[in-house]
């Protein structure tokens, strides 16, 4: 009982309870403002591992805070990482060790190979500025990234393979509550017309969770829908802004679900709330219709073979591996029913609705389909514009100036639909070159933990490099990483694959 009337526990429901009643309209989006309030206070007068184990389950809660009728999109995430990091510094004594020149020695300098990346990328993200057509736009933009980077820094200083498990329940609980949204949206597309359904969910929701400018974008230019031949079905996308960011942390939580899993069978537990767990994260993975995540199951099925005909892991392993996959194919499966069914009280051709999901899978290879058109357009523009200004880009936040669009576009989501080309485009080859060897500092720890003796240890390395592959795969059609609520998610499994390593830490 202790446990459950723990102060990061009620601290939780007080703040569901308000994010819920602000979301729907019952108390008015000034009651966030008492958020702001009352949870750092809860951060403040907690230890720093009990303010990340919220933080982990508190990310599809933090919403916009209406300071301003004109300002009215600044999150209390922005706040609360803040106060992690302050936290953080000062219980590390990162200034004092900095300060001091023994420290510094005793360290060697491959144990801050990713700090000297990091800052290597911000450095030249900043001279970017100089080639920006909005600098203010680009200086926000870094803001932003080094507010989210700061989490990362909080869990691997805070995690290890005591706590690891404790993490992993607290992300994963933050899952259930999307997914749960998710199958409350989708009820609701039987019951409402379509037009009461975007009122409510862009007027209502999204705008009590993110504020006026969101919103009307979302009325506007939202991915929420799958259209083909007069039908209209929805994208599943919870409480998320659209389509693509949902599904994509999704599978940064199924890291950990798949993980457990596997430890719940060595230890002779029952594993079917976790498979339970599964299918439900996979069948709204499926269900938010983002083809490109379809698709990029590819790279992690071409993983699995590498690692079966080179004999990289044992055929029971593999076996154990191909988890995720199998139940996405039968969450596909499944979701055939709910695709070609009639949505939103629509009167619709029967042989059309009776082929969605075979008319979306088959679109993704359709090159003269009307997206995929225009994803190929915006494509060749960046690569336009990457030889035009290889070495700075067009400056950081500044994509939409490769269109010859309003820079203020890129919140309505102008992005080169390739994090590549984004990266490439807006802050040129060098940090590129930077980004890539971050990715691959990332990669060598996890295959560290692969290869440790641990089963709990190794499988969430495994499972790791399949889901971050499959997400990086995505990311080849869209940059939905950058969405804060997926980078937070990110940082968060990112600051446990290093916070569980073995490799001493120095703060």
């Not at 949902?246 to 537990?269: A, E, M």
């Amino acid at each position: 009982m202790g446990k459950i009337l723990s102060i990061i526990n009620i601290a939780f429901f007080i703040e569901l309870l308000f994010v819920i009643l602000i979301a729907i309209g019952i108390l008015p989006r000034e009651s966030a403002l008492f958020l702001a309030i009352f949870l750092p206070t809860i951060l403040i007068i907690s230890s720093l591992e009990d303010s990340v184990m919220f933080t982990a389950r508190s990310i599809p809660l933090f919403l916009a805070l209406p300071i301003t009728e004109s300002f009215d999109n600044f999150n209390i995430w922005r706040i609360l990482v803040l106060i992690l990091f302050v936290k953080f510094i000062l219980e590390a004594r990162v200034i004092s060790f900095a300060m001091f020149s023994k420290g510094i020695a005793r360290a060697s300098l491959k144990q801050f190979r990713l700090e000297i990346l990091i800052s290597l990328l911000t450095f030249i993200a900043i001279l970017s500025l100089l080639k920006a057509e909005d600098p203010i736009a680009g200086i926000k933009r870094i803001i932003y990234f080094l507010n989210l980077g700061m989490l990362f820094f909080v869990v691997r200083h805070v995690i290890n393979r005591e706590n690891f498990m404790r993490l992993g329940r607290n992300f994963i609980f933050s899952g259930i509550f999307i997914a749960s949204i998710g199958v409350l949206q989708l009820i609701l597309a039987y019951l409402m017309p379509i037009n009461n359904f975007i009122e409510f969910w862009a007027l209502t929701i999204e705008k009590n969770l993110y504020g006026n400018a969101w919103a009307n974008i979302a009325i506007s230019a939202n991915t929420w829908f799958a259209y083909f031949n007069g039908t209209i079905h929805l994208r599943m996308f919870s409480s998320f802004p659209d389509s693509h960011s949902f599904p994509l942390y999704l599978l940064i939580v199924s890291v950990f679900v798949s993980t457990f899993i596997i430890f719940r069978k060595t230890v002779s537990q029952s594993c079917l709330p976790a498979y339970f767990l599964l299918g439900i994260f996979s069948l709204g993975i499926v269900l938010s219709g983002t083809r490109g995540i379809w698709a990029a199951t590819a790279l992690p099925i071409l993983i699995i073979g590498f690692y079966y005909f080179k004999k990289i892991a044992p055929k029971e392993i593999i076996l154990k591996l191909t988890l995720p996959l199998i139940f996405f194919i039968v969450a596909l499966i499944i979701s055939q029913p709910i695709f070609n069914s009639k949505q939103f009280q629509l009167i619709e051709n029967e042989t059309e609705e009776s082929r969605v999901l075979i008319n979306r899978l088959a679109s993704i290879f359709d090159a003269g389909e009307t997206s995929n058109q225009g994803r190929i357009w915006i494509w060749k523009e960046s690569a336009k514009s990457i030889i035009k200004n290889p070495a700075l880009g067009v400056g950081i936040g500044n994509f939409p100036a490769v269109l010859k669009q309003n820079i203020a576009l890129a919140k309505a989501g102008s992005s080169a639909h390739n994090l590549f080309l984004q990266i490439l485009a807006e802050i040129g080859i060098f940090a590129f070159a930077v980004f890539l060897a971050i990715i691959y500092e990332i990669y060598k720890k996890i295959k560290n933990l692969s290869q440790d003796e641990n089963v709990l240890i190794k499988f969430f390395g495994l499972f790791s490099i399949l889901y971050i592959a499959w997400i990086i795969a995505y990311s080849m059609t869209d940059p939905a990483i950058f969405d804060e609520r997926v980078f937070l998610g990110l940082m968060i499994l990112v600051g446990a694959i290093y916070g569980i390593s073995r490799e001493r830490k120095i703060f």
